[in-house]
């Protein structure tokens, strides 16, 4: 079905990230698993197939490959390992903060390390008092000659202990035009990153604390102008957040039913494979069904985003629907598994762990909810992807849409296909 949005290098890519997950992937799981902590040197190696600079232009070394491909790219690797695929994504939405408004300066000094690997980006929004609330922050950045100076506190960073360049929306004034970005050197003075916390799952991936503590950072490191933080946070949640973490929902949909099936297959039970009975086909079908609607609406979403179409109500409702699928496949698949599901000799209750961390980031469910029905009273507040639209049709610093005939871009996957 998803073929109806992708052509043959995009299939072929998907291939060549799928062998490479099982190949070099799934053999560090257990690991992974057994140390609860994050993964540097997988982290990586990953990044240096290039997959990072899906999105980034070819003139920065990119794959200027559009969204579709950075979905499937993270889809392969979310099912092996949803770690590294919120690893992969956490990277890419880093990235998009420089893609979309940073300077010629920014991109030229950043994006080619970023899409070779050998920078690990991120961004950082949330605080512990405000949570979700953008507009709540209190961390501020404060004018000094030359420089800005830093203070305050940021939570649930995605590669937060491996991140080299984080991008940090902080508080310059008052209101909603009071928040700015910034880019900040992992080694710079007066910046730290909290001890990591063991957490439920995604055992591999770091999402955790950073520290600025009268941290100097160059005007020069300002992303936009002062008062584009609001713009910054908000375009790269709804634009790459929610595409991103429905891709890693869609992986471990995906290895939800791969192994439920591969279970009930070769279970017996009376002799007879459990697959044969007729309420595990119906567990089976109820899995098949949610995972045909979910792939349809993650697809879709990003080939309209692809496209330069306005596309903020199906980004919404691709994460919603992922999110919500998935969490009830797997929570089926342990109904199917039953005892067995309960040890970690058989990967179905890490798909269950996993699946719950991709709940909150870039809105609940009710958040996606919520703005989906204020689009539908006509209540919205203009439309993300319309503003991203024009503003790379007006650009002169454009990338290109992804080609008719293909992808483009030589590096990392497609270098073996182009």
Known sequence: MHRYFTDRRHEVLRRQVRDFAEREVRPRIAGMEANRTVCPDLSRLIARQGWIGATVHRRYGGMGAGHVAKTLIIEELSRVSAAMGAMVQASQLGAAKIIHFGSEEQKRA???AIASGDCLPTIAV??????GHVLGMTSTA???????????????????????????????GEGSKGLSAFLVESGTAGFRVGPQQPAMGLHGFSFGELFFDDCRVPAANLLGREGDGLSVAYSSSVLYGRPNLTAVSLGIHQAVLDETTAFCTERRRYGEPLAELPTIKLKLGRIQSRLLLARLAAYHAVHLLDQGLPCDAELMNAKLVNVESALESARDAMDVHAACGLFTDRPVERFLRDAHHIFAPAGTSDVQLLRLGELALGQGKGEWSDRLAELLRTSPEAPEAPEAEGLPGDRGALAGVL
């Open 126 to 131: 949330t605080e512990p008092h405000s949570g």
């Open 142 to 172: 404060v004018r000094d000659g030359d420089d800005y100076v830093l203070s305050g506190r940021k939570i649930y960073v995605g590669n937060s202990h491996i991140g080299d360049l984080h991008g940090v929306v902080v508080r310059t």
């Open 110 to 112: 950043w994006l080619p």
